[in-house]
């Protein structure tokens, strides 16, 4: 069965740096997501991405984020300047089709750790 | 906006046990719904949703949820509770709008007693 992949599994990194997050959706999958969960915090919806744009974004995806799908295989999420309480678990998923019957799956995560 | 609740931060339960994990929501308009299991390590796997028609709806590993609009609730049930359920259980609710951003509760952790 075709699954969401994410890489690293763990990434550790000082605050102040750049660390760019990687999801590879399934393959015939043309919606992208990004969500986070803080440590003992719900899941939050980070944003979505569509042809190239963003769909959606929530108050947390300020400037310091950005995503991108450079090929077409992979999808990523950048954070420009971490800082302590980036340290989250992020989570990429993505749909076959725009709407919200239809179903997003979850890549397994990227521990995020800032020191 | 969109809320979800999940009462329950922690339940335990005998193996061989009925289960049922609650989920109530705030929303505008009808909701679309989700039941998310998470395994130590693994990712967000999908059990079961809800968008039209039929108001219990059947997942995978046996689970199964209903939808009553009267109570803005949709609960997970399993009627025998197995070890390998052990695990983090969330309710989400989808949005209609292009985005198609999903919200979550706060999770309940399942325990199963041998």
């Known amino acids: 069965e075709p699954e969401v992949t994410q890489t690293p599994s763990h990434q550790v990194t000082q605050m102040g740096q750049e660390v760019i997050l990687r999801c590879v959706p399934i393959s015939n999958h043309l919606y992208f997501y990004w969500y986070r969960q803080i440590l003992g915090q719900k899941v939050e919806f980070l944003v979505s991405?569509?042809?190239?744009?963003?769909?959606?974004k929530s108050e947390i995806f300020d400037d310091q984020f950005s995503v991108e799908r450079p090929d077409g295989s992979n999808f990523t999420l950048k954070i420009r300047s971490t800082k302590l309480e980036d340290s989250a678990m992020y989570f990429c998923?993505?749909?076959?089709?725009?709407?919200?019957?239809?179903?997003?799956?979850f890549g397994p995560g990227t521990r995020l750790t800032v020191l | 906006a969109q809320s979800v609740t999940q009462p329950d931060i922690h339940i335990t339960v005998s193996e061989g046990a009925s289960l049922e994990l609650r989920c109530n929501y705030s929303y505008g308009a009808t909701p679309y719904l989700f039941w998310y299991v998470q395994s130590p390590g693994q990712g967000l796997q999908l059990l079961l949703k809800?968008?039209?028609?039929?108001?219990l709806v059947q997942g995978i590993k046996g689970f199964e949820a209903e939808f009553k609009r009267s109570q803005s609730s949709f609960n997970l049930r399993k009627p025998s509770v197995h070890w390998s359920d052990a695990a983090e259980y969330f309710c989400a609710v989808g949005t209609r709008n292009a985005g198609n951003m999903l919200t979550f509760g706060g999770g309940t952790r399942l325990m199963v007693k041998p």
């Open positions: 998923a993505s749909s076959e089709r725009q709407g919200t019957t239809d179903t997003q799956y």
């Open positions: 809800y968008f039209s028609g039929d108001t």
């Open positions: 991405f569509y042809n190239n744009e963003i769909s959606e």
